[in-house]
């Protein structure tokens, strides 16, 4: 007895559903590398590091931990350094925007 495989719509739902979430992965890592990329560029280059970093770790961290746990670390350094100059610099005390 012959078996018979459906091979119509429905059985061919999660193979789509696969390659759609694969070329969703490969769409983000390919933009947010690229953006990444031109950040550490943007180091050594006369730009804004300082805002194009994040952003490409943020569309990488869209789909990707290891990009979301590095953009927390970040955030948590920069909040550290924000601490250190609000506690020792008189000048920071007295401004509005690095009051906590």
């Known amino acids: ?5 459906d091979t ?13 979430r694969i070329a969703r992965k ?3 890592a ?3 590398g690229s953006v990444l990329a031109v950040g550490v560029g943007l180091v050594f280059l006369p730009g804004p590091a300082i ?3 994040p952003l ?4 990488l ?8 746990r590095l953009l927390r670390r970040g955030r948590q350094s920069v909040d550290q350094g924000l601490a250190r100059v609000r506690r ?4 920071a005390k007295a401004s509005p925007r690095l009051r906590g």
């Open 8 to 20: 119509g719509p429905v059985a061919d739902a999660p193979r789509a559903q696969r390659a759609l």
């Open 26 to 28: 490969v769409a983000v």
């Open 56 to 59: 490409g770790l943020t569309i």
């Open 88 to 91: 020792w610099s008189p000048r």
């Open 30 to 32: 390919g933009l947010g």
């Open 61 to 68: 961290g869209s789909e990707f931990a290891w990009a979301r």
């Open 1 to 5: 007895m012959e078996s018979v495989q």
């Open 51 to 53: 805002v194009v970093i």
